[in-house]
């Protein structure tokens, strides 16, 4: 799992006049709306003595913990210590880590890192001109990967060879020789465009085989990804007429299970009656995936490339696998082990900006997190 990332923590709609409870990367969020409806993410952790914030109270702008009623602001700064009485002066200590929230596309962004605002990256809310847009008729979805990995599954939907043999409704096992196309690196992922051999008519079902002419013979597929939130958008391009767009992006609840979030755009058979049958479909392949991403062994991605055999057609995960270890460089990886290990015994927070900017005298620790030595070069020695 990744830090100094945006990741998705809620949708708009699920954060009410009630504080709700987030997991990301292995730690405990709480959003909760202030007086002024501004949303609010603070660590659900009590620096007192561990209460689950999300099961407290909002009271004038600030959380209360249900255990002894300490009041936290949105800054994370307590505000008020019940069995101190109001006289005291509350130490500077008694705070906890409070993270940047932005609400975009009906979700809630939150940036889970402590980089300052000039530091942070833009949030892809690339899929926001399909919003509200009569081009085009939207459907949303959520989805829990159960048992699945954040790094297998991500390698899982940018992997282009796969639905030839993974996907009925889109596979066709009769022309599964992958070409090689350009990978275009980006800043923070990687892009490709190829077209694929279509799949006959018969393999759809419903309004779209009716409308797709018979003689189709490709698809134009274009892919784009990004670490920033693990976003990903897909434009299957059917026909000149007749494209689809997908676009998702992948929380990390921890280690072994992810939430996504996701859109579905097309210009064909507009009419809100089309939904449940085009979002079936979608289900359909999310589940194909689910089956196998989470029987994948090693569980994780393996800790050397060496340690499976990759081919060309395995491009694309491998420019995500370089991504993730430059990330991995900079410090930004969880050790998730470690996290399994101590975290009975241990509260391990994500680090905050309010941290960086003020570092010492803080109750909890920062997630552990994996520094990889880079080799020391011959001109170094
Ligand atoms: S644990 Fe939160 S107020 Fe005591
Ligand atoms: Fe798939």
């Known amino acids: 799992m990744l830090i100094n990332n945006w990741y998705v923590a809620a949708t708009s709609k699920e954060v009410t006049d009630k504080p709700h409870r987030t997991r990301m990367v292995g730690a405990d969020f709480v959003l909760f709306r202030d007086d002024s409806g501004m949303l609010q993410c603070l660590s659900d952790v009590c620096c007192h003595r561990g209460g689950a914030l999300h099961r407290g109270e909002i009271n004038g702008g600030c959380i209360a913990c249900p255990y002894h009623g300490w009041e936290f602001n949105g800054a ?3 505000t008020k210590i019940p ?4 006289e005291v002066t509350i ?19 939150v940036f889970v890192g402590d980089q300052s605002e000039a530091e942070r990256p833009d949030i892809p809310d690339w899929f926001a001109p399909f919003l509200d847009n009569p081009d085009w008729r ?5 989805y829990e990967w159960t048992d699945c990995n954040w790094e297998r599954l991500c390698e899982n ?3 282009t060879a796969h639905p030839s043999f993974v996907h009925k409704r889109f596979g066709n096992r009769i022309s599964p020789k992958w070409t090689t196309v350009p990978i275009e690196t980006t800043e923070h992922g990687a892009k490709s465009a190829r077209v694929r051999a279509a799949p006959a008519v018969s393999q759809k079902r419903g309004g779209i085989a009716e409308i797709l002419p018979k003689d189709r013979k490709t698809t134009k597929v274009t892919l784009e990804w990004s670490m920033i939130a693990l976003a990903e958008m897909l434009y299957q391009e059917m026909t000149t007429e007749i494209t689809q767009v997908l676009f998702s992006v992948r929380t990390p609840v921890d280690d072994n299970a992810v939430r996504s979030y996701g859109f579905q755009a097309r210009n064909f058979l507009k009419e809100p009656e089309h939904d449940a049958e085009r979002l079936e479909a979608l289900f359909e392949a999310v589940k194909e995936d689910h089956g196998i991403v989470r029987l994948l062994k090693p569980h994780h991605t393996v800790s050397s490339n060496a340690r499976e055999m990759l081919i060309e057609s395995d491009a694309m995960e491998l420019a995500f696998r370089n991504k993730v270890e430059e990330w991995r ?3 930004r990886y969880v050790d998730g082990e470690a996290l399994e290990k101590n975290g009975r015994r241990e509260v391990y927070v994500a680090p905050s900006p309010t941290r960086s900017a003020d570092p010492k005298g ?6 552990p997190t994996l520094l990889v030595k880079k080799p020391v070069s011959a001109a170094a020695e």
Do not use: F
């Not at 803080?362 to 997630?367: E, G, N, Y």
């Open 157 to 159: 939907s940018i992997d």
């Open 83 to 86: 069995a101190l009485g109001d």
């Open 76 to 78: 994370g700064q307590c």
């Open 91 to 109: 130490p500077k200590r008694a705070r906890i880590d409070s993270y940047p929230v932005e609400e975009r596309m009906g979700l809630v962004w």
């Open 138 to 142: 939207v459907t949303r979805y959520n």
């Open 329 to 331: 460089d900079l410090g």
């Open 362 to 367: 803080w109750v909890h620790q920062t997630l």
